[in-house]
Each structure stands twice: as structure tokens, then as C-alpha cells.
């Protein structure tokens, strides 16, 4: 069981800021990840298509053996987290819920969230955030153009600034200086981010709450890889020239591009 890959999925590109923090954290795991780039964009996507769409990823991944699921993504985690852990015998992990626990270590009584239209419509992160602390003040805002941009690989062209500086206003209105990055495509605009705000920021990544919690989850149930011994993966459902482009840039490690039906 214990060098079974660890399978992750998104719908496209951002996923991989996940990965990447699994890496850095869990370097003896072998990954296997799935992007549905067939399906991409999630984000505009009705709760029955994301949900059809998670069952098919996670299907897809235990068949490949995975040993645990990391739902790489803040759509499907908002909309379909709840029936794949009613319908899978297998441990999930979202990005919600570690990235709140993670914000509740420490007092904050105000918070940005950023995310896709899906993410925001579903009231997901609101809910998590005022289960544990009632008294916390949220401002969110969908962000629907960026995922898309990013998945065309043009996050620091003009058009990326100019959405950026658009989807920014209410944040650098009230300064706001905690913002979680709520959909796995937007730390590719941290840079632009942080630039637009021109205050210090904390741009909260959750693939590094999820890494965390990752590794936490493995360690307490003796599933930890004690040596690395299979190449890293990724699976598309539909072949993309820019996804292997950002992959490159996003990663520092190769990694094989395979396509799956
Ligand atoms: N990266 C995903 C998320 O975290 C999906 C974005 C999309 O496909 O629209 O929400």
C-alpha cells in the first residue's frame, strides 16, 4: 500500500502548484496526476457536471492505484467533495478544509477569498470559515477569466494585469492583507498579484495547507513511501501543447505527459 502513488487531480494546469508542494513536502511519494483537460474550464460548470466529472477522475485514479485522493482543485472540492467521500472507500482530501484549519491557527477577524464562479456561487469557503470562527469578516470575489488565461499560458500578459487589476479593486480598497487563492490556477498570478496590491500581502497557497495535512494523514496511518521507486506521472484527458509548456515552467523536475481516455 505504502508505494501506491498519491493521485491528484484538477482540470487543467493548476493542479500542479499542488503537486509541486506534495513534491517539496513528500519527496520519497510517487505522484500520479490527472488533468481533465477534456472538460476544463470547471469554473462555469453546473454542480451535476462537476460532480460527473470528479467520479470519472477519482474512478480513473484508483484504478491507477492510488492510495489516498487530493482533489487538486477549489471547484470540485466546493461542489462534489461531500458525494466522493459518500461514494469512494478511500481517503479524499480537499483543499477547503485544510486551508481553513490552517487560518484559524492564527487570530484573523478578516479575510479575502478569490476563486472560481462555481467556488464563490456554492458559498463553500464562507461556510468553512464561519463554522469555526462565527465572528470572521469575508470578502470574496470570482475571478472567472483567470483560470482560463493561466490554462492558455498568458498569466503575465497584459490582458492577465488588467483582469488582475480589475478582480484586486476591492481587496486593495480595503486593504485587505490575507487573501487565500481559493481556485489551484491563481498562484501562477502571485507576482502580479502582489505587485498590484503594492501593500505586504499574505496570498494564501493552499498547496501548502494541503501538503501539510498530506503529510500529516500518511504519518498517522503508516502509509508513507519510505523510498521513492516510480516515476511521477501525468494523465490528460485531452492533449494540450500549452499544458506541457506551463508544466515545464511550473515545475522544476521532469515529468512524463501521457493521454488517457
Ligand atoms: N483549478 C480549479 C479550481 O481550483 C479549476 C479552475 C477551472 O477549471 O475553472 O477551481
Known amino acids: 500500500m505504502n508505494k501506491r502513488p498519491i493521485g491528484i487531480f484538477d482540470s487543467g494546469v493548476g493542479g500542479l502548484t499542488v503537486l509541486s508542494e506534495i513534491k517539496k513536502k513528500l519527496p520519497n511519494e510517487n505522484l500520479i496526476y490527472l488533468g481533465d483537460t477534456k472538460n ?16 470519472q477522475n477519482t474512478q480513473k ?44 491557527k492564527q487570530n484573523i477577524n478578516r479575510i479575502g477569498v478569490i476563486a472560481t464562479e462555481g467556488t464563490i456561487k456554492s458559498g463553500a469557503w464562507e461556510k468553512e470559515l464561519l463554522k469555526q470562527n462565527d465572528k470572521i469578516e469575508i470578502i470574496s470575489k470570482a475571478c472567472p477569466m483567470l483560470a482560463t488565461i493561466a490554462e492558455e499560458g498568458r498569466a503575465t500578459s497584459e490582458e492577465g494585469r488588467k483582469v488582475i487589476k480589475e478582480y484586486m479593486e476591492p481587496f486593495k480598497k480595503n486593504k485587505i492583507d490575507k487573501i487565500i487563492l481559493g481556485c ?22 493552499t ?47 521532469d515529468i512524463k505527459i501521457r493521454q488517457i481516455s
Not at 489551484?184 to 498570478?189: A, E, F, K, L, Q
Open 207 to 253: 498547496g501548502v495547507t494541503v501538503s501539510e495535512k498530506l503529510e500529516k494523514y500518511l504519518k498517522n496511518n503508516n502509509l508513507l513511501n519510505a523510498k521513492k521507486d516510480n516515476e511521477d506521472l501525468i494523465f490528460l484527458s485531452k492533449p494540450e501543447d500549452d499544458f506541457k509548456k506551463i508544466a515545464k515552467n511550473l515545475l522544476n523536475f
Open 40 to 55: 476544463f474550464p470547471y469554473g462555469n460548470k453546473s454542480k451535476e457536471e462537476i460532480i460527473d466529472f470528479a467520479i
Open 61 to 104: 485514479l484508483i484504478e491507477l492505484e492510488a492510495k489516498i485522493i487530493v482533489i487538486a482543485c477549489g471547484t470540485a472540492t466546493s461542489l462534489a467533495l461531500d458525494v466522493l467521500k459518500s461514494k469512494f472507500n478511500i481517503q479524499i482530501i480537499g483543499i477547503i478544509e485544510p486551508t481553513v484549519e490552517y487560518v484559524n
Open 184 to 205: 489551484t490556477h491563481y498562484p501562477i498570478y502571485e507576482k502580479l498579484i502582489r505587485e498590484e496590491l503594492g501593500y505586504p500581502v499574505e496570498l494564501i497557497n
